[in-house]
């Protein structure tokens, strides 16, 4: 019986709401755990006591996990039990007014301006593969791409003429996103020179080719921006999103509007933008404490 209700509450997640897949999996990761802890309590989905969740949620924290993985478990049954609610299944959810573990929100690490001039510098745009990174870079920061939405960018993504790309982004939704100049010169000085060499056998669609003609992956992507990133002697942690955080940050340091941002990024929720806000202020009060007589 609860496997059947959990199918229909991720069908119901995938078709009403367009749950990204790999959102979808891991609904159903985090569900599939509460499921073997009712196996022993000997408790269904449907009988399950607001007393027992908060035992399972005492096992969580016994097994040490980290605060953020139980907010997104204890999320994730949430989800389920209103779901549950409105399907007339239950009458009341056994996680109200159960609180989600607090943490504090780790900013992310970002490229100050000259370290980002540094790192595109790197590539050897004499080269049909160096052009072919440097176009990358450049659309990276310029237009705050997630890496997976950059190497899935269709050849008919790029619109040179008015300067912007269609993503695809999480959820299958759609956005339009300015490209700005001058990476538009890189873009296109890649697609006249350097993509016709790259490309072997049929084409793939893909804007950006591997050096074997087929679609750049993620994985290759992110080896070329850490390989670069060491040439420039950056030494920050590095994560896949470096340029994107840059790029929502340098914005907001230069006065953009916060809305216009999250359209940019395609976020769903203003909220989860506004962490670029925090990272910003933590910058110029280091600009304060290094430059004023009284920092």
Request: glycine share 6%; net charge neutral; hydrophobic share 40%.
């Amino acid at each position: 019986m609860d496997t059947l209700l959990i199918k229909r509450f991720l069908d119901a997640l995938l078709v009403e709401e367009g749950v990204a897949a790999n959102t979808l999996e891991a609904y159903r990761t985090d569900i599939e755990h509460l499921l073997a802890f009712l196996v022993q309590c000997q408790r269904t989905l449907l009988t399950v006591t607001r007393e027992e969740m908060l035992c399972y949620l005492e096992q969580l924290n016994q097994q040490q996990l980290a605060p953020t993985s139980v907010a997104r478990k204890l999320s994730a049954i949430r989800h389920l039990f209103r779901y549950l609610m409105l399907e007339k299944k239950r009458d009341d959810d056994p996680t109200h007014l159960i609180d989600s573990p607090r943490w504090s929100r780790a900013l992310p690490h970002i490229l100050n301006e000259t370290e980002v001039e540094q790192l595109l510098r790197m590539a050897d745009v004499t080269t049909e593969l160096g052009l072919r990174d440097r176009a990358m870079l450049e659309l990276l920061y310029a237009t705050g791409l997630r890496v997976s939405e950059l190497v899935n960018l269709p050849l008919t993504g790029l619109n040179d003429r008015f300067g912007f790309v269609q993503v695809i982004g999480k959820g299958d939704k759609e956005r339009v996103v300015p490209t700005g100049e001058t990476s538009l010169v890189w873009v296109n000085s890649y697609c006249q020179r350097s993509r016709p060499l790259l490309l072997h056998g049929p084409d793939p669609g893909a804007l950006f080719l591997s050096n074997r003609g087929t679609a750049m992956t993620r994985q290759n992507f992110w080896y070329i921006i850490r390989r670069y990133a060491t040439m420039a002697g950056i030494i920050k942690p590095l994560s896949p999103h470096l340029l994107r955080h840059s790029f929502a940050t340098h914005l907001l340091n230069h006065g953009a509007d916060l809305r216009a941002v999250q359209m940019m990024l395609g976020h769903a929720d203003v909220s989860t933008t506004e962490i670029y806000t925090h990272v910003a202020s933590e910058r110029l009060k280091q600009i304060h404490q290094q430059y004023h007589p009284r920092g």
